[in-house]
């Protein structure tokens, strides 16, 4: 905690406060419920930060269950809009740092199992499954799919369970010897149900990427060779592509080496070739924070934030501005909350923004 900077109280309350209503809006346990008294007791401008932030968050209809020992006031005369405003700034004012705070309402939570958002499913997931298809564990087929901006969660016939990111497109072929994930595009987590007489494995392209019991995230970019693997549990092997046989009277090509991710680690595989990096467990809580409907930057480049941001909307963005791009941005949003990022952006990083028809142009404040 020695490293980071230390925010004015009335930012990091706000930031505070933005936890504790994502946590209301999903449901309290008695232990975060004691916490929460606690720190409305702390400070009285606590209560009136949570309830702005639980209008913001839609999570007062749960603020109201703790109308016993947290009077809540009138409803507030301000403009809906200076809500939005006080929620988007309090919450991403925060550069080059870890969103410590942000990172808490993550830890220890098993958020693979609750979706944030319902997504369509394809015509071959449709809502009455077939009695067999669900009832097969050794062997099944179907395939699943969302939307821009939106994300799913289901359960396999063997256990294990995938979160699908927005925009997401994969085929599951499961057989008696095999358990095989096609990856068409997108960004999923899976959490492997253990069977080593029936390997898992996740088909991206021309690689492969085998479980060894394991949590893990694989996000396909826009090309064949754009694959990032991150693994917060367990271990994965990514098994390269089979080298094209010699014509006659050419050498063998070199044989190939697998690579293999352990807990804390991330694959970067491009074009470029293959490089590994370890992650803090908090990195890895923030990178999978959709599962929440959450977007949480800590530091990352206006080029990262909007290329990211873009995923979860149809609206387009341009950088007119070249020497913003590596400008660094940091906050919570919510996913697809164009506005709220727009809003922060001005407000705190000094980055203004126009519409032109479907594009957003951002340009450096004067």
Request: aromatic share 6%; glycine share 6%.
């Amino acid at each position: 905690m020695s490293n980071l900077l230390r925010l004015p109280n009335r930012r990091r309350t706000a930031e505070q406060a933005a936890e504790w209503a994502v946590l209301l809006k999903e449901g309290l346990s008695e232990e975060q419920r004691k916490s929460l008294h606690e720190w409305l007791r702390a400070d009285p401008t606590h209560p009136e930060a949570l309830e702005r932030m639980a209008r913001h968050w839609d999570a007062f209809d749960a603020l109201a269950e703790l109308s016993e020992t947290f009077p809540l006031s009138r409803p507030a005369r301000q403009p809906v809009a200076r809500f939005k405003m006080a929620a988007a700034v309090g919450v991403a004012a925060v550069v080059l740092v870890t969103l410590a705070g942000a990172l808490y309402l993550l830890k220890g939570r098993d958020s693979l199992l609750t979706p944030s958002l319902t997504a369509a499913r394809s015509p071959a997931t449709s809502q009455e499954e077939p009695k067999q298809l669900a009832n097969a564990s050794d062997s099944a087929t179907r395939n699943y799919h969302t939307p821009v901006g939106k994300q799913l969660t289901a359960s396999l016939p063997d256990g294990s369970v995938v979160a699908l990111n927005t925009d997401t497109s994969l085929d599951v072929q499961f057989s008696t010897s095999r358990r095989l994930v096609i990856l068409k595009k997108g960004e999923a987590i899976f959490r492997v149900a253990q069977n080593p007489s029936r390997p898992f494995q996740v088909q991206v392209g021309p690689r492969i990427v085998q479980a060894l019991g394991t949590v893990f995230n694989v996000m396909f970019g826009e090309t064949e060779d754009d694959l990032r693997v991150t693994v917060s549990e367990g271990a994965v092997k990514v098994l390269d592509p089979e080298p094209p046989h010699p014509q006659s009277g050419r050498p063998a090509a070199p044989a190939h080496t697998d690579l293999v991710v352990r807990a804390g680690e991330q694959a970067i595989i491009g074009v470029a070739g293959e490089q590994i990096r370890h992650m803090e467990v908090a990195q890895i809580e923030a990178k999978d924070a959709w599962q929440r409907g959450l977007l949480i930057y800590q530091g990352d480049t206006l080029d990262a934030v909007i290329a990211d941001m873009s995923r979860y909307t149809t609206v387009r963005f341009s950088i007119s501005d070249q020497s913003i791009r590596s400008r660094r941005v940091g906050g919570v949003f919510r996913a697809g909350d164009v506005n709220g990022l727009l809003l922060a952006l001005r407000e705190s990083f000094g980055i203004n923004a126009r519409r032109e028809g479907n594009v957003i142009v951002l340009t450096a404040s004067p």
